[in-house]
């Protein structure tokens, strides 16, 4: 069953739509969908549709940018991409620099042939890898300390690994079936299809379900004192 997060979006007045990333055999239960319009899309081109409740469908014949990140599908050479992310992108300081950083680069590789971003669907909980709450800086602050509610200290539950916005969807996260979160939407290519203010917060399956039983601890900092004297700071709310 899939973990419910009414408390949580309730309780912190998250408005923007909450988004799986599935790996599943049939696109079908997931509609209506929506596709990559060109080769070099960007995922977060869909954002409106996500917030239309629609879901992005990727496959190895229509990918969009993502297809290295998404599906493991290398769409130009190690040397090409080198010199794209360097002289273009500035992402590094030197070709070498990079090189290292792909060379150790991790990638998504789903097993069923289908990705799938966009709104939950409780029905398809099994194909579900990474949940994705979009927040401002007072829900990002209060979903880390909540990522931490059943951790030990050498845990570190929560990283912001540098990578495409598209790649902190999967293929930086980590284990899938381990409670890991990471802080999201740092890639500043992609940023141009989000409010300015939103942050992505990005959790695993068993993070998502610890996540949502924090919530629903009367004991947790959810419900402290801290939280409500921070909303009435904000004017009461979020």
């Known amino acids: 069953m899939q973990p419910d997060p009414t408390t949580i979006l309730t309780t912190l007045a998250i408005r923007e739509p909450v988004i799986g990333f599935y790996d599943a055999p049939d696109p079908a239960p997931f509609a209506p969908l929506v596709e990559p319009v060109t080769a070099r899309a960007c995922v977060f081109a869909s954002y409106g549709a996500w917030r239309d409740g629609k879901t992005l469908h990727i496959t190895e014949d229509k990918h969009g940018c993502g297809a290295p990140q998404l599906l493991g599908v290398q769409t130009r050479t190690r040397e090409q991409m080198i010199k794209f992310l360097v002289d273009e992108e500035g992402l590094r300081a030197s070709h070498e620099l990079m090189g290292e950083y792909l060379d150790g680069g991790a990638a998504f590789k789903p097993q069923n042939g289908h990705v799938l971003i966009g709104p939950l669907h ?24 909540g990522s931490s509610y059943y951790s030990r200290p050498q845990d570190a539950p929560v990283t912001a690994p540098f990578s495409s916005g598209c790649g ?71």
């Not at 890898?129 to 880390?144: E, G, P």
């Not at 917060?201 to 949502?212: I, S, W």
């Open 122 to 145: 409780a029905e398809m909980d099994e194909y579900l890898r990474t949940v994705t709450f979009y927040v401002n800086a007072d829900q990002l602050a209060v979903l880390v300390t």
């Open 168 to 238: 902190q969807l999967a293929a930086v996260v980590g284990g899938f079936d381990e409670p890991r979160a990471i802080i999201g939407a740092t890639d500043q290519a992609m940023r141009q299809h989000l409010d300015p203010g939103l942050l992505a917060f990005t959790v695993t399956r068993p993070m998502f379900e610890r996540l949502c039983s924090w919530a629903d601890d009367p004991k947790s900092s959810l419900h402290n004192n801290f939280l409500k004297r921070t909303m009435e700071a904000r004017g009461g709310s979020f």
